[in-house]
Structure formats: C-alpha cells, structure tokens
C-alpha cells in the first residue's frame, strides 16, 4: 500500500500549450518528508542564482506539514521541481519555485503553476517575487511567469547573492 499523498496529473492544457511533460513523470503532489533530500539536491543547483538557504530544510518541513509543498517526481522518486505556497486568501503567495536542473524545459514549472492554479481558482491574487529583467539565469523564470499570465510590479529589495527582485503578480477574478 502506498503512503504517498494522492497525485495530480500534468493537465491537458500543458500539452495543448506545447509543453512536454518530463519522461515518465505526471504527477504533481504534496511533498513528505522523503522528499526532503531531493529538495535539497535543487536548493544546491540554484543557491548561485537564489543565495544561500542556510535554513531552507527547516522551511520545507513546516511546509510539507501544512500541506503547501507540492513536487513532481521522476520515475526513480526523485523530486524534479518544488514549489512553496504560502500567503492567506484571497491574497495568495508563491515562496519558492526550483526545477533541477536536467529537467528545466520538460514543462515541470509549468505542470506546478498550474496546480497552483487549480488550487486558488479566484477571485484572489497570486503573487511572487522573481528576479530582476537584468538577471540572465532568472530570464526563463520570468518568461514562465508572463506565460501564465503574472504581471511584472515594483522592484523588490536585492536578493542575497545581490540580484534584483521583482514582484509579479497574477489577479484571478
């Protein structure tokens, strides 16, 4: 009998959009505590454009008891990408987002937005905080974001490697 939390498979809607979902992966579902070694495997791939997340495992975990880390996996169980939730309706927060770095481009991030989405449905808004237009590693960030509709706001105070932030934001009616 399997103890992990009920899955979500990649909608319709990601392939229609011409997105491939990752190889043998269609699922986006709560993280456990399992999971918690793979998260950190991303958080060291992405700590030189994010900064240090000396604490990050410490925030996993009280997110992964409140139910507000979701994942998908690969075949072998490994976590290609995360997200964090986080804010109270109906202003809704997006903390964290990270894909592992051989999955980027197979349509992870986009299958995670759009759990989220189905998750906080509106009215409401979703907000995040990315990176700054002159940050090169953070481009394909933003693009995802533009794609599913987020709109670029004021610039946020600079990250901890240094980088500008911004704050982008998605108003669901």
């Not at 229609?16 to 070694?37: L, Y």
């Not at 599913?148 to 982008?168: D, I």
Request: hydrophobic share 40%.
């Amino acid at each position: 009998m399997s103890t992990k939390p009920p899955a979500k498979a990649f909608p319709p809607a990601i392939r229609r959009a011409g997105r491939r979902s990752p190889e043998n992966v269609d699922t986006v579902s709560r993280a456990t505590i399992a999971d918690i070694p793979s998260w950190l495997e991303i958080v060291r791939q992405v700590e030189p454009l994010f900064g240090d997340m000396p604490m990050f495992d410490v925030t996993l975990k009280s997110n992964i008891a409140r139910g507000s880390a979701l994942c998908v996996r690969g075949a072998d169980g490994a976590v290609l990408g995360g997200i964090l939730l986080g804010g109270q309706a109906p202003d809704n927060w997006i903390r964290w987002l990270a894909v592992r770095e051989a999955a980027r481009g197979q349509g992870v991030g986009a299958a995670l937005l759009t759990r989220v989405l189905e998750i906080w449905p509106g009215p409401c808004t979703i907000s995040l905080a990315t990176f700054g237009a002159d940050s090169v590693g953070g481009r394909p960030a933003r693009r995802l974001y533009e794609r599913f509709g987020f709109v670029a706001g004021e610039m946020l105070a600079r990250g901890p490697e240094g980088g500008t932030r911004q704050r982008y934001t998605l108003v669901r009616p």
